[in-house]
């Protein structure tokens, strides 16, 4: 069994992300979810921190992509805001791939404007994973890409693309035609605009309203050769999608503990028949639940990370990754729901975030 000791720098790093979480994204989550966006000011902050660069120091960026380092990053600054940290760690997603997936050419093209001081604040990022008739697993990827003559041929959907309207960067995960499991993956850079390629923005989201998102169509959209990152069914575009599983694992259970958390202190600090609610058995069992199910989703992560880390082979990564981000966000969805049933009718009105955690975690699905 692996130690999942973080190391003396990643508690540093931790508990950066945990003070930016509650004193910035907390605060912040509310008037963002009214706004519809993250604010401008918000991300030049985490921008100076560097949690959202990590991308070679050759190319101005912060240094190696550890994947237990952002578990860890990313559950803390869903602790804030679910919402909030998914919009921030989905922009990084598209830089990753280059990173991951892509050629150095690619990379010296793609990767500068993420990490120059003067862009990497507004410079935003989309990665097209799951489809409209699938999750984010490799098996459920059927958009297909295939090979005429000087192009490269894009057929199918992607939804729920945070960032996807506006992004400077667009990647999306496809498919060789004919192909099947992980052999044939690919990552290609998406245009803004092509003939052929139809965009829908997702309005009237019942939760993660703070991470802007669309859905994509392409139908025989041609892009060009140079779009592909790398090679076809690289090992890179399989780590790619294993570091977004990890990555939604982290906020799954940063907005589970933000819930468990805030549903305690209103346990203790409510009293009925002379005694806090807490005390009772029918009100203590829901917190012990939810804190136990919450100590194995964060497990699952912490052991497929330490995976991504090590290098493991790419069928046991993905897998070891799509179990824990799929747990974390049955956990999640069932955790946040307690923590309102916990506060009764307090936790359904808006003056208390509990509601809005809740519709966050089941709009991750």
């Known amino acids: 069994m692996p130690s999942f000791a973080p190391t003396e720098e990643q508690e540093e790093i931790r508990r950066l992300a945990y003070s930016l979480a509650s004193e910035q994204l907390r605060p912040q989550g509310r008037a963002a979810e009214k706004s519809g966006d993250i604010p401008p000011s918000l991300l030049q902050t985490i921008a100076q921190t560097g949690l959202t660069t990590p991308f ?22 869903a602790f804030g805001d679910g919402a909030l940290a998914l919009n921030m760690l989905s922009s990084m997603m598209a830089p990753v791939t280059v990173v991951l997936a892509g050629s150095q050419q690619q990379q010296e093209m793609y990767l500068p404007p993420f990490c120059a001081e003067k862009t990497a604040a507004t410079r935003r990022g989309s990665f097209a994973f799951a489809e409209r008739t699938g999750g984010y697993t490799l098996a459920e990827i059927s958009a297909t890409v295939r090979k005429e003559g000087e192009k490269w041929i894009l057929n199918g959907t992607k939804r729920d693309v945070i960032h996807g ?3 400077d960067l667009r ?10 499991g992980g052999e044939g993956l690919c990552a290609v850079v998406l245009p803004a605009q092509a003939e052929g390629m139809s965009m829908s923005s997702d309005t009237q989201k019942l939760g993660l309203i703070a991470a802007p998102s669309v859905g994509y169509r392409f139908e025989n959209v041609a892009i ?3 779009a592909m990152l790398g090679e076809p069914g690289s090992a890179g575009v399989r780590r790619a999608a294993a570091f977004y599983n990890i990555l939604r694992a982290g906020v799954a259970c940063g907005m589970a503990r933000a819930g468990l958390d805030y549903a305690s202190n209103y346990a203790r600090e409510r009293y009925a028949f002379g005694r806090p609610i807490v005390s009772y058995q029918g009100i203590a069992f829901i917190l012990a639940e939810m804190a136990m199910k919450l100590d194995a989703a964060r497990l699952l992560l912490w052991y497929a990370a330490t995976l991504w880390d090590n290098g493991a082979a790419d069928e046991e990564l993905s897998k070891a990754a799509e179990a824990a981000q799929y747990q974390a966000l049955k956990m999640s ?4 729901l307690d923590a309102i049933q916990v506060m009764g009718g307090a936790g ?3 003056d208390h975030p509990v509601e809005m955690w809740a519709r966050n975690a089941a709009a991750m699905e």
């Open 165 to 167: 309207g506006n992004a």
């Open 56 to 77: 070679p120091e050759a190319y101005g960026g912060s240094g190696n992509l550890e994947a237990v380092t952002y578990a860890l990053i990313a559950e803390e600054l």
């Open 348 to 350: 359904f009105i808006q």
């Open 171 to 180: 990647v999306g995960l496809f498919r060789l035609e004919g192909s099947s």
């Open 333 to 336: 969805k069932s955790t946040t």
């Open 224 to 226: 060009p050769t140079d």
